[in-house]
């Protein structure tokens, strides 16, 4: 493992910087940044045993001829050059390391929380975990403000998503605030930026009939003779989530008991934990048992993994292939837009209320409102009458007749 450099700022520091900022060379070519004589300390991990040890240097370029001697020996006894004095410690018994702190939250998170979050934050928090080591941070209450900007700012996502992580890192630190493990929660200073991307963030971008009729087109030239699954049983998913408006997991641990003999459906979901109630029509009924005659009573077969990210990802590959043959796509298409192409049949049916949809999607109306605004009929004529009847008597322009 690669040994980790950053300055650690004294009281004395003669730029002024906070005491015990950690500062990297990367941050300190920025425009603005005062120079410093505080001392370099190289920190990482040797023959399994974690070190921490300031340098005593101020320099980078001599800090890092050190460490490339030190890596070359591979060990942190008989060190080269400048002799290495240990990290003073603070009370470092009273305090808590960031890899307990992320294993102790996650603990208890898991007993509440649905398999898809748990995994959200365990990601997160593995990503808060390399930054910690990169920056030679060890124990929790080293993280500062600046520390959580630096941080999403290393996330490779779009201004939505970096948006929602921010709302899992907060519920982190204020858990490690609540066990006093830290003095202040860090990321509560941390506001997120504002434009034009991120008013339109919740829209959501449902397949056209068009674009379902290329889909199902696809489907026909799935599979060969050596695929366990053909374009039928493709043909059958699809169907399946876009008359029910399940996500991926549910459709693919779908269960025969969970359909009557009415086609009205009933279930838990597995991500929310939510009680859904839906119904298929006739055809779809039919395909569905004769599955179950064929498969058994999970309907795209019993899977031998536990793991539901291993359950998905078979049919998200195979979902993949089908669109790879259909495209080109204006969007990169999603198992997900199945859901809300299931939002989007019913919205534009005439009579179909907001509350409806949101019943059968298992959300609440506002969720609906926001990322389905697009296709309520009931909202555009709503629109349509007030700019109708604001600008009904308002002046004209008199054209002129040319002679």
């Known amino acids: 493992?690669?040994?980790?450099?950053?300055?650690?700022?004294?009281?004395?520091?003669?730029?002024?910087?906070?005491?015990?900022?950690?500062?990297?060379?990367?941050?300190?070519?920025k425009r603005g940044w005062k120079r410093c004589e505080c001392p370099i300390v190289i920190s990482g991990t040797l023959q399994k045993h974690f070190r921490r040890h300031t340098s005593?240097?101020?320099?980078?370029?001599?800090a890092r001829s050190l460490a490339s001697q030190i890596e070359a020996r591979g060990t942190w006894s008989e060190l080269p050059g400048a002799v290495l004095a240990p990290i003073e410690a603070q009370a470092e018994e009273k305090r808590i390391r960031i890899e307990d702190a992320t294993t102790h939250f996650l603990n208890e998170l898991q007993e509440t929380a649905a398999f898809a979050t748990h995994k959200k934050y365990r990601l997160l928090l593995a990503r808060l975990e390399r930054f910690s080591a990169e920056r030679g941070y060890v124990a929790i209450d080293q993280w500062e403000p600046l520390d959580v900007r630096q941080f999403r700012s290393t996330w490779p996502v779009s201004p939505q998503t970096a948006v929602r992580r921010m709302a899992m890192l907060k519920p982190f630190f204020e858990y490690c605030l609540s066990n006093k493990w830290i003095s202040s929660n860090p990321a509560r200073a941390v506001k997120n930026p504002k434009g034009r991307e991120m008013k339109h963030s919740e829209q959501k971008f449902p397949f056209t009939d068009e674009?379902?009729?290329?889909?199902?087109?696809?489907?026909?030239?799935?599979?060969?003779?050596?695929?366990t699954w053909k374009g039928e049983d493709l043909a059958d998913f699809?169907?399946?989530?876009?008359?029910?408006?399940l996500r991926i997991s549910d459709v693919a641990l779908f269960h025969i008991s969970r359909m009557n003999e009415n086609g009205e459906i009933t279930l838990r979901t597995t991500k929310a934990g939510t009680v859904v109630c839906t119904w298929v029509p006739d055809w779809l009924q039919q395909r569905i048992r004769q599955r179950a005659e064929k498969h058994g009573p999970y309907i795209f077969g019993a899977h031998?993994?536990?793991?539901?990210?291993?359950?998905?990802?078979?049919w998200r590959r195979k979902l993949n292939k089908i669109w790879e043959t259909c495209g080109p796509w204006e969007r990169n298409p999603h198992p997900h837009q199945f859901r809300h192409t299931f939002a989007r049949?019913?919205?534009?049916?005439?009579?179909?209320?907001?509350?409806?949809?949101?019943?059968?999607?298992?959300?609440?109306?506002?969720?609906?409102?926001?990322?389905?605004?697009?296709?309520?009929?009931?909202?555009?004529?709503?629109?349509?009458?007030?700019?109708?009847?604001?600008?009904?008597?308002?002046?004209?322009?008199?054209?002129?007749?040319?002679?």
């Open 345 to 403: 049949i019913l919205l534009q049916k005439p009579g179909v209320t907001v509350r409806d949809v949101a019943e059968l999607l298992g959300n609440t109306e506002d969720m609906v409102r926001i990322r389905y605004s697009a296709w309520i009929p009931e909202r555009q004529a709503r629109l349509t009458k007030v700019l109708q009847e604001a600008f009904a008597d308002k002046p004209r322009p008199i054209l002129l007749k040319r002679s």
């Open 238 to 245: 699809i169907s399946l989530s876009i008359y029910t408006g």
């Open 211 to 227: 674009e379902l009729k290329r889909i199902y087109a696809a489907c026909e030239k799935y599979g060969t003779e050596r695929h």
């Open 56 to 62: 005593g240097l101020w320099e980078w370029e001599d």
């Open 1 to 29: 493992m690669a040994l980790h450099l950053y300055r650690r700022h004294r009281k004395e520091c003669k730029a002024g910087h906070p005491f015990r900022l950690h500062s990297s060379e990367f941050d300190e070519r």
């Open 304 to 314: 031998t993994s536990t793991v539901l990210d291993v359950i998905t990802e078979t």
